[in-house]
């Protein structure tokens, strides 16, 4: 959660998140309030701030995800390691697979943090309880109550934000942010000159096999455990 007061980003994990947060810094007029890395919203929910968040497709968020593991970084290779896993990540995709299917097994999400396993794992996959997790005031507990896809759309119904980025398009969608609901709030053409020649951020290196390449099996369970993302966001990839 980066918030400036009149706007707040919500910053979901390994969709461009950094470098939505450095062109905000950079060129938004008024002042950061406060930063929380990937925090959710509860009582500081301000009524009539303009709440946007950004969303990139799932199965390259969890290659992106899967790349920094394999560096021995993040919450969840820490876990799986503790759990005496490490063997799952290996640069190759036979092991990407399987790690894969490893998290988005539901009996596993003890490894993927408290709050993931504490809400319906069969239902939605980690991308997508994470994206939902900072869609909500008080996302957590309106999570829990939720077993079925149709009451998980209903409530996706009252989400906090009315604007979503997407990390393919994420340079054109900040752009037209800037022509509307930042425009009162940067310099438009310095904002946007800024959004054409900046470098990406955090950027994984590149594995030595192609995300189309997955077999049928990984990509038939990737779109059941993260069905919500796909049908919302991405239906070509269904």
């Known amino acids: 959660m980066d918030d400036f007061g009149r706007i707040v980003y919500l910053d979901v994990e390994k969709t461009g998140s950094s470098f939505i947060s450095n062109f ?21 929910f301000k009524e009539g701030s303009f709440y946007f968040i950004s969303v990139r497709n799932p199965l390259s968020q969890y290659l992106s995800l899967y790349h920094y593991g394999c560096e021995g970084k993040g919450e969840i290779y820490d876990s ?3 759990s005496g896993y490490s063997q799952l990540y290996q640069p190759n995709k036979e092991s990407f697979q399987h790690w894969l299917q490893f998290v988005l097994c539901a009996k596993n999400a003890a490894n993927l943090g408290p709050d993931y396993r504490a809400v319906d794992t069969e239902l939605m996959g980690l991308q997508t ?5 900072l869609s909500f005031q008080n996302a957590l507990k309106k999570l829990k109550a939720v077993h079925d896809y149709p009451t998980l759309c209903g409530l996706y119904e009252k989400r906090i934000h009315s604007q979503v980025v997407r990390n393919e398009s994420l340079r054109v969608d900040m752009k037209n942010l800037v022509d509307t609901h930042l ?14 020649k900046s470098p990406p951020i955090n950027r994984s290196p590149k594995l030595d096999f192609d995300i189309e390449s997955i077999d049928e099996e990984t990509m038939s369970l990737v779109r059941r455990k993260e ?12």
């Not at 905000?24 to 500081?44: A, P, S």
């Not at 069905?227 to 269904?238: I, S």
């Open 24 to 44: 905000l810094q950079e060129n938004l007029t008024c002042q950061r309030v406060k930063k929380v890395k990937h925090g959710r919203i509860g009582r500081n």
């Open 80 to 82: 799986i390691k503790k």
């Open 129 to 133: 309880f994470r994206f939902l997790a």
């Open 183 to 196: 425009s009162s709030f940067v310099d438009t053409e310095s904002a946007k000159r800024y959004l054409e």
């Open 227 to 238: 069905r919500f993302l796909l049908e919302q966001f991405y239906p070509e990839a269904l």
